[in-house]
């Protein structure tokens, strides 16, 4: 059993099971190195892949060419609820937006950025303090435009809040 991150290995220890492998790096390119470390012990064994359906086909790509015999399975999807862009316009245009807003993943920040023309992001999104968990969602907020205010080291959502909290206090004290 392999898992991006802690967390996840965490909801598995719920349920019984020991993740075998959790890299370092909490994102898709950790679970690559630490399965190219493996070397040829991976070709021929056969894996499946449990993933969001909207997930990023690098890991599946990357274990094939390792020889890997992969299955891939989306057991989930992220859908945006019907009333989102109506909510999001009248938070964001009407009522003059948040302090922040915190994304946990690239699929997040597309669903969020959709909900705008392009003359709404420019207006009111622009100067917006946007918190990312690590570095795959924060391109996917500057590939939209955004700037991206605090990115969280190590990948996870407890040193995400850490990383805002510690922004913030530097940014009182410079004022």
Aim: net charge positive; hydrophobic share 40%; proline share 3%.
């Amino acid at each position: 059993i392999a898992c991006v991150g802690e967390a996840t290995a965490s909801v598995l220890r719920n349920y019984g099971l020991e993740a075998d492998l959790v890299p370092k790096d909490y994102k898709q390119e950790g679970l690559v190195q630490a399965f190219r470390r493996m070397g040829k012990q991976l070709e021929g064994k056969r894996v499946l892949l449990a993933r969001a359906k909207e997930g990023r086909e690098l890991l599946q790509n990357e274990l094939k060419k390792l020889k890997a015999q992969v299955t891939s399975w989306s057991l989930y999807e992220t859908r945006v609820p019907r009333a989102a862009k109506q909510s999001l316009q009248k938070l964001f245009i009407k009522e003059g937006g948040v302090d922040w807003i915190v994304f946990a993943s690239s699929s997040s920040v597309d669903h969020f950025y959709e909900a705008f023309t392009p003359d709404q992001r420019k207006k009111h999104l622009k100067e917006m303090n946007i918190s990312v968990v690590g570095p795959v969602t924060g391109e996917s907020v500057r590939n939209w435009g955004g700037r991206v205010t605090v990115e969280a080291h190590p990948h996870t959502l407890a040193a995400l809040v850490e990383a805002m909290v510690r922004w913030s206090k530097k940014r009182k004290n410079e004022s």
